[in-house]
């Protein structure tokens, strides 16, 4: 099978690209440094050329809703006109659990991925989205930007985080499958709260600075309720916990690059 992924140097986008190749596929990897520009549609109708499934695994770079609207209105967009030109079978995006909820109590960037989900569900084209719990590879950056004079002020709320790689693997299996036509959730085996998850990251660098669950923290600009990044009952659990990706993740692996998550 010829399945391009989008978003393919990224966090997740180069675990799938690796896995789906392992598998003996046929993989396009359609990224701006490869050339092709979702956004723009700068090199995609060569990427999608004899393509059967396009998985897209890109983020907006922007928080804000109107500049994550544009994003993913544009680049989805895209992806279904070029796709559909090209004869692509399946559509495969990655979401975040929550979406709905957030973006019906308070916009911003939830707003921006919720109306990504609609376009692509009022397509008419055959397409699975999977959602995925936050990434244990962003809780390092998203504790470091909610520190403030050594006291880092994150939401008070719960989360199921997963790793990256479980992502992808739950990704790939869906690229490799038929279409759902729906939206299935995927979440990591441990409930923790967010300070409580921020803290064990600290410690697992000997970092004694303070972590606390402050209410009029923000997670990427939305107020939560303590039960709204949790995943419904029908999720799919993956199997690594926490300690266990901490024990085996590179030292680095922390420090990825993201947004303002949990900033104030």
């Known amino acids: ?11 997740i986008g180069t675990r799938v690209v690796a896995r789906l190749r392992e598998t003996g596929h046929d ?25 059967e499934t396009v998985v ?36 495969v995006a990655l979401s975040v659990v929550g979406t709905d909820r ?12 919720a109306a990504q989900e609609r376009l692509i569900v009022a397509s008419g084209r055959p397409y699975s989205i999977v959602h995925g719990t936050q990434f244990f ?10 520190m403030h004079s050594g006291i ?39 409930i923790f709260e967010l300070r409580e998850l921020a803290e064990r990251e600290l410690q697992w660098t000997s970092d004694e600075r303070e972590v606390v669950a402050d209410p009029l923290a923000t997670y990427f600009g939305a107020r939560l309720d303590r039960w709204e990044l949790l995943p419904d009952a029908d999720a799919i659990i ?4 926490f300690h266990q990706w901490r024990v ?6 922390g420090l990825v690059t993201h947004t303002s998550a949990g900033v104030r």
């Open 27 to 51: 993989v396009i990897v359609a990224a701006r440094a490869t050339g092709v520009n979702s956004y723009t549609g700068e090199g995609l109708e060569e990427a999608l050329e004899g393509v």
């Open 56 to 91: 897209d695994t890109s983020n907006s770079s922007y928080l804000d809703e109107e500049g994550a609207r544009e994003f993913f209105y544009a680049s989805t967009m895209n992806l279904l006109t070029y796709g559909d030109a090209a004869g692509v079978r399946h559509h």
């Open 152 to 190: 880092a002020h994150v939401a008070d709320a719960l989360v199921q985080p997963i790793a990256a790689d479980d992502v992808a693997a739950a990704v790939a299996r869906t690229a490799l499958g038929r279409p759902t036509n729906s939206i299935v959730e995927h979440a990591g085996p441990e």
């Open 238 to 241: 993956a199997p690594t916990t």
């Open 1 to 11: 099978m010829r399945i391009a992924v989008i978003g393919g140097t990224g966090l």
């Open 102 to 113: 957030l973006a019906r109590s308070e916009g911003g960037y939830f707003q921006a991925k």
């Open 248 to 253: 085996q993740a590179p030292d680095n692996s």
């Open 137 to 146: 590879e962003f809780v390092r950056s998203i504790t470091a930007a909610a």
